[in-house]
């Protein structure tokens, strides 16, 4: 009887191919697929969905099916599919993030950006976030939620142009919440300063979020301060179906023959 067929895994993240989340994706994947791991040489938080075009992508093979990428969490999403893979993976999992993707920072953040790249080469993807800065966090949790979600996504599938965008938070309860994208309800900061050649210079950071704020109760925040995991799918096509009729009538006015020429 022939042996069933292993499903295969591409890992990355945007902490750099060392970064503990990853390895902790690793090792429980393992357990039942084969795993290939192709993820940025140093940190690339903050990277999006970037794609390095002003200077080559070195790849260096760190071990038998895992590779570091000078170059992006796209990148390097890209670079395995196209050109490391023997075969294409089943699906695609970045992270797990050491910190939160919610809300307005699913459109910086290298982690998301990853699983969103996968998705555009019709390849699954989730984005796997532990909300907690610690020094000493435990990815263990995360990483066995990662798995069944994936064993879950190749078992019943997800339609097309969706990715998963996962959150769980650092003292998570048991309980798993689908929810929506929270609009931006933090404040940017940056704090100034001055070099010691006397060039000012500025910090760019974001007010914490607490527990006592008031959010969109089916908002995945919601969901992270109430211990639970915040299971939010994204769609590739932003486009706002409203506006498509309700803009309409500007077209006299900007089709001018004379703006054209």
């Not at 903050?46 to 170059?71: F, N, V």
């Not at 390849?123 to 798995?147: E, H, Q, T, Y």
């Not at 309980?175 to 010691?196: A, C, H, N, Y």
């Not at 527990?211 to 706002?240: C, K, M």
Request: hydrophobic share 40%; proline share 6%; aromatic share 8%.
């Amino acid at each position: 009887m022939p042996t069933a067929r292993k499903p295969r895994v591409l890992l990355t993240n945007d902490d750099g191919y060392r970064a503990e989340g990853l390895r902790a994706l690793a090792e429980e994947f393992r357990e039942f697929a084969h795993v290939d791991i192709v993820a940025p040489s140093w940190e690339r938080s903050g990277a999006a969905q970037s794609l390095t075009l002003r200077q080559p992508i070195i790849c260096h093979r760190i071990a038998e099916y895992e590779w570091a990428i000078d170059g992006t969490p796209a990148d390097c999403v890209i670079v395995g599919l196209h050109k490391l893979l023997h075969e294409p993976p089943d699906v695609v999992v970045s992270g797990i993030n050491h910190g939160a993707n919610l809300g307005e920072n699913v459109y910086y953040s290298g982690t998301v950006g990853a699983a969103r790249e996968a998705v555009i080469h019709h390849v699954p993807g989730i984005a796997m976030s532990l909300c907690s800065k610690r020094f000493n966090s435990d990815f263990k949790p995360s990483a066995r939620l990662a798995r069944r979600t994936a064993e879950l996504l190749l078992k019943e599938g997800i339609p097309k142009q969706v990715l998963l965008n996962v959150n769980v938070p650092e003292n998570w309860n048991g309980s798993v919440r689908f929810t929506r994208q929270s609009k931006k309800i933090t404040r940017t900061v940056l704090r100034e300063g001055e070099d010691p050649r006397g060039l000012a210079y500025f910090w760019l950071s974001e007010q914490r979020m607490n527990s006592g704020q008031d959010v969109d109760a089916e908002s995945d925040y919601a969901a992270i301060f109430a211990n639970e995991v915040s299971v939010t799918p994204l769609h590739l096509d932003p486009t706002h179906a409203e506006s498509l009729n309700h803009l309409s009538h500007w077209v006299p006015f900007l089709a001018n023959p004379i703006l054209a020429k």
